[in-house]
């Protein structure tokens, strides 16, 4: 076995966006491709000489081929160990998980995330801290600058390494220990839910479904829910993880996990229903018949946080995306903890994490966690929302309008219009952009313009600025809109339109969302020439 110094040239476009790099699978399999943007990883993290690394995916097609080179090129660039799930699994909260409790010095994670998969389909890589969450901007730029001026890599010249069998082999100079993919995450779930309290609530006849869409979480799942929580077998559907997913797109929202929203809406519906994405990070949650949208879910875990043990002592402080509703806002006030706004990606509540400032963190985009890993955590929702379930005896339909009661509503819906041409999408947010002094003060029915920006954020913990991330038309009784251009897209160009309006009025609550922001939304696309513009009189998809 001997380590070869390949010699290689840049690719342009190896920019890593807010999960890391995401491309179609044929792009991952040109020569060098992958290579390349590993390399540019190790070169930038500086990794002393025998430092353990993680590895793992969500299992789609590419994960093995792509985990082979990993390793071979971990033991040529002077890693002692690399930790992988068997079979090469590990879903995102997972290897976060395994990154923390083993102490390494990050990790490796293939994903693209609720983006189908399949040869012709998506893959991505992203490196994780030793923190346990998606890198810095500081360091991503330092990939993004390291991969545009890369000449050479480093690889071992040696046979594939079997990842089917736990245990430790060596590659190299390097151990390779294959781990099981699920003990570790299950073991933390364990401590911090009552999990008695939810064995209970399953004993006397509460029914679930859990739809895994045949993505990473699946194994996960039926070892928590069915083996270690006792719900009956089949709760858990689309179980088995495959490379493609079924065919399906593997994203937890109300258009895609179709098989799951039809039992949950039927004659015999269960009295939960939760689904999550391709690499186990995002969750749906449902109630029978009754939808909660992500940013209400965040505000009602927060609201309900002592009933859990591992919150019992108190929340830090809460923190969401800027798209994301205002609804956990109020939570926090009522808490009377702070409630932090960052820009869209997991990496911005990291720092806010590490520093002991916040302890919840949310996206409207089905995202949700907390301080237990550094990643967004779909499986650990769905165990949160049944320890509230078990605690409560309630439906959650019921526990939602006793929510609203309470701290109001916040009506909330996304437009999506995918696959724009890119020069269409940039022209909207110029245009908006080119607009914000004329917009100012300016009345649209009930509603009037108080300020409009392009969202900026300040860290902080480490005083970094992050410009342009999203444009703000806000209103003066708190309705918002956003727009925002997407940066986990893979062709073309993803506009996104974010729509909050809201209601103090009880009376009001029974409103369907699309009915209450109806107004609103004629105003988005007024203002944004955004159907002239692109030419869609239709999203492509509303969550
Ligand atoms: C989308 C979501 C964002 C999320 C990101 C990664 O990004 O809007 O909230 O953090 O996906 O999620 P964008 O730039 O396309 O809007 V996942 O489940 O990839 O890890
Ligand atoms: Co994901």
Redo the contacts with the bound molecule.
Sequence with gaps: MSVHTVVTQPFPDQKP???GL?KKVPVFQQPHYLENFVQSIFDSIAAPQGATLVVGGDGRYYNREAIQIILKMAAANGFGAVLVGRGGILS?PAASCVIRKYKTLGGIIL?????PGGAKEDF?IKFNSGNGGPATETVTDAIFSKSKSITTYRILDAADVSLDELGETTLGNMKVKVIDPVDDYAELMESLFDFDAIRSLLKSGFRIKFDAMHAVNGPYAKEIIEKRLGATNGSVMNGVPLEDFGGGHPDPNLTYAHDLVEIMYGDDAPDFGAAS???G??NMILGKHFFVTPSDSLALLAANAALVPGYRQGLAGIAR?M??SAAADRVAKALNIPCYETP???KFFGNLMDAGKVTLCG?????TGSDHVR??DGLWAVLFWLNILAARKQSVESIVREHWAKFGRNFYS?YDYEGLPTEAANGVMQLLRDSFAGLTGKTFGKYTIQTCDDFSYTDTVDGSVSKNQGVRILFSDGSRIIY??????TEGA?L?VYLEAYEADAAQHHLDAQEALQELIGIALNISELVKRTGRERPTVIT
């Design positions: 966006g807010t999960s995401r995102t994903s693209a995330s609720h983006n991505g994405d391709g690499d990070d995002r995306s798209p994301t869209t990606g997991w996206e409207e985009s089905f995202g990643e967004k996304r925002r251009l997407s940066g986990t897209g993803t996104r």
